[in-house]
């Protein structure tokens, strides 16, 4: 038993001449989130956008991201559904400009009621 322990510490004092990680780093963050439109009903749109029970909807998401101490690498979306949350549709926003990043995306949604949640999250070139 004592030599299980004896190994142990040495592998700890192998571990500890490897630098500890920095702690300093600061996250990306994300602000002036819009989502347009902030809801649909099915009457609202041309019906070329409904197809049996599903529409085609389009969004327009933006958001700026800003990274204090790096750059950020790019912007993150999910949408997801609130009776489904494994049903999430996911991608990347483009760069419109500078710090503001966005588009319009189409996305097919069953027409029932349903609350969905977008999320956008920035990642940066520390944490790649």
Do not use: K
Not at 15 to 25: F, G, I, Q, S, Y
Not at 37 to 61: G, K, M, N, T, Y
Not at 70 to 94: C, I, K, W
Not at 95 to 116: C, K, M, N, T
Request: aromatic residues 4%.
């Amino acid at each position: 038993m004592g030599s299980v322990l004896l190994v142990g510490g040495l592998a700890l004092g192998g571990c500890d001449t490897v630098p500890a990680p920095e702690w300093d780093r600061q996250a990306p963050s994300v602000s002036a989130l819009e989502v347009v439109p902030d809801s649909v009903h099915e009457s609202e749109l041309p019906s070329d956008q409904v197809q049996d029970s599903s529409a085609q909807v389009p969004l327009d998401i933006s958001a700026r991201a800003t990274d204090p101490d790096g750059t950020v690498e790019r912007v993150v979306f999910l949408l997801e559904p609130s009776s489904n949350p494994q049903g999430t549709a996911s991608g990347t926003l483009p760069v419109e400009e500078d710090a503001l990043y966005g588009g319009r995306l189409a996305f097919s949604v069953p027409l029932i009621d349903e609350i969905y949640t977008v999320r956008v999250f920035a990642v940066d070139d520390d944490s790649l």
